[in-house]
């Protein structure tokens, strides 16, 4: 009975088995299939991740598509000399006159003696002990400080902090430095990345997303061999070849004058230049690690409450509406900083939520912050007025999330120069009372990053110090100090005063427009947009906030 029934329906629709109905098809779902394809590819990916590191492994057991780390393919260079001459007699490796222009003067023996621990400092004019020099430097109160907590041994420091070298430039240094047998590379750099002009077009391409990933893949031996058999098969030559040419020395925009004017907002050149600091702080490493060398990698400080933004920009797209409810909103602010803090504070927030952008109103917010004890807020702002500012002349938030991320990747000891002296700050923001400008630490300054080096000397087993080397290095520190001539700190005050004209663009060199003619027209060009007046506004001074 059931057979003929189910028969009878069948040859109603041509011997075929009759639909399905709709809920039934509901109930029958494809998910198991379509849960089977996720997992498979789930499998896939991970198969080949793990794949990855094999054959890593067995380039590197064979040597083969070793990246090459000398080679920069963002930049390149006109032309290379070295940091070091042998002196006259042959007794001393010394930097020549030619060089001194971004280099003090600095010599060691040109026969490392036994029982030598040679140390190489690397990096930019911090590390040079700017706007003093070298006998103020972190790296001399080191090598005090060493020779107190261990005299049985020689201790040499070699200091290559370079005036506007930016970490680009530091790779040949550092090759340099491997053939005088050193034992130590400390490397700090961070600050000087934004200060000379260079494109980045293939990086600008591409989402922001994918820079960090492909900057990583692309040092790896399986990327290097892969991409060199590409280039053989197809004949093409290296991309290296298109990069832009850049002097043996900085050209830095603000060595011109009304250099700020070369400076604009382009998200796409900041991506660019934050990529390729990431790059080359890795191929530092790689280059040392290579070389055996131990390193340590310190992330530069940065005066966030003292220092306002050296140039602001409004956001693209602001409407003439806007821009006038923005102008009054700060001008009334500004009016009640010496009456009514929480008030300015109040029109700053909704100032900011017209344009936040705009680097001096998170620096004049952040004062405000400061002065109502609301910290955490301060300090928020004064990053943010960091991150916000078009002339970066201070390591940026990414950049630093960088350099850390790259310590702990390739287990190198780390220390946050900032975190360190931030810590000892009165009001817990870095600021003048541990530097003497926007980025350069105090004598006491590096005396405290000394100590600290040393500590972590110490922990890597490099130096064993006896029980009371602190209160022997505070005397020699003194010592030291006290031998120091008047005239070092008159020219010290003097660059001091020099370097801060010169971030304000008021650099005695050519004019900024002669020589950066395509930047100055396109910060032109935002101007129409804006405003220049607009455009122009510089931070309120600290002076003009006070508690009502």
């Not at 990345?193 to 494109?199: I, Q």
Request: proline share 7%; net charge negative; hydrophobic share 40%.
């Amino acid at each position: 009975m059931t057979s003929d029934t189910t028969r009878s329906a069948g040859d109603d629709h041509g011997g075929e088995s009759p639909p399905v109905p709709d809920d039934r098809a509901a109930s029958v779902s494809p998910a198991p299939s379509r849960r089977r394809l996720l997992l498979f590819r789930i499998a896939a990916v991970l198969l080949a991740l793990a794949v990855f590191p094999c054959v890593e492994g067995v380039l590197a057991l064979f040597d083969l598509g070793r990246p090459n780390v000398a080679e920069d393919p963002f930049v390149g260079f006109t032309g290379s000399h070295p940091l070091f001459v042998l002196s006259e007699d042959g007794e001393r490796y010394e930097v020549p006159p030619a060089r001194q222009n971004f280099f003090a003067y600095e010599s060691f023996p040109a026969q490392k003696s036994p029982g030598t621990f040679r140390i190489v400092c690397l990096g930019g004019s911090t590390v040079q002990g700017r706007p003093y020099s070298i006998p103020t430097s972190y790296g001399t109160w080191l090598k005090l400080a060493l020779q107190e907590a261990d005299p049985s041994r020689n201790w040499e420091v070699v200091n290559c902090g370079g005036i506007s070298y930016a970490s680009y430039r530091l790779v040949p240094i550092l090759e340099e430095c491997l053939r005088y047998e050193p034992d130590l590379l400390i490397l700090c750099t961070g600050h000087n990345e934004f200060l000379e002009d260079r494109s980045y077009p293939g990086i600008a391409s591409l989402p922001r997303w994918l820079h960090g990933p492909l900057g990583a893949v692309a040092q790896t031996r399986t990327f290097t061999l892969l991409r060199g058999s590409a280039q053989r098969i197809s004949g093409a030559a290296p991309a290296a070849t298109d990069r832009p040419l850049l002097p043996d020395d900085p050209d830095a925009m603000l060595d011109y004058n009304e250099g700020l004017a070369a400076y604009h907002r382009d998200d796409d050149w900041q991506a660019g230049v934050i990529e390729h600091y990431g790059y080359n702080v890795r191929r530092l490493l790689t280059i040392a690690e290579e070389a055996d060398l131990p390193v340590l990698l310190l992330s530069p400080c940065s005066n966030l409450a003292d220092s306002p933004p050296f140039k602001s920009e409004h956001r693209a797209g602001l409407s003439d509406a806007e821009l006038a409810e923005w102008d009054r909103l700060v001008e009334e602010a500004r009016s009640l900083y010496r009456s009514n803090l929480h008030r300015a504070a109040a029109l700053l927030e909704d100032a900011l939520a017209i344009d936040d952008r705009y680097a001096a109103i998170h620096f004049e917010l952040g004062k405000c912050y400061e002065y109502l004890s609301r910290s955490e807020s301060a300090r928020t702002c004064y990053v943010r007025a960091r991150d916000e500012d078009i002339c970066p002349l201070r390591i940026l938030s990414p950049m630093e999330e960088e350099l850390r991320a790259i310590a702990e990747e390739r287990d190198v000891p780390f220390l946050d120069l900032h975190e360190l002296l931030e810590a000892r700050s009165r009001r817990g923001i870095l600021g003048d009372d541990w530097l003497v400008d926007h980025v350069h630490p105090s004598f006491e300054g590096h005396q405290v990053i000394a100590r600290r080096l040393l500590e972590m000397m110490a922990a890597e087993g490099m130096v064993e110090p006896r029980a009371d080397w602190e209160e022997r290095a505070t005397a020699a520190f003194e010592k030291h100090f006290e031998s120091l001539e008047d005239h070092y700190f008159l020219r010290g005050g003097r660059t001091l005063r020099a370097l801060q004209a010169w971030t304000r663009g008021e650099a005695d060199g050519p004019p900024a427009h002669l020589r950066f003619p395509e930047r100055i027209t396109r910060r032109r060009a935002g101007e129409d947009a804006s405003g220049p007046d607009a455009n122009e506004r510089r931070a309120v001074q600290n002076s003009e906030i006070t508690s009502p």
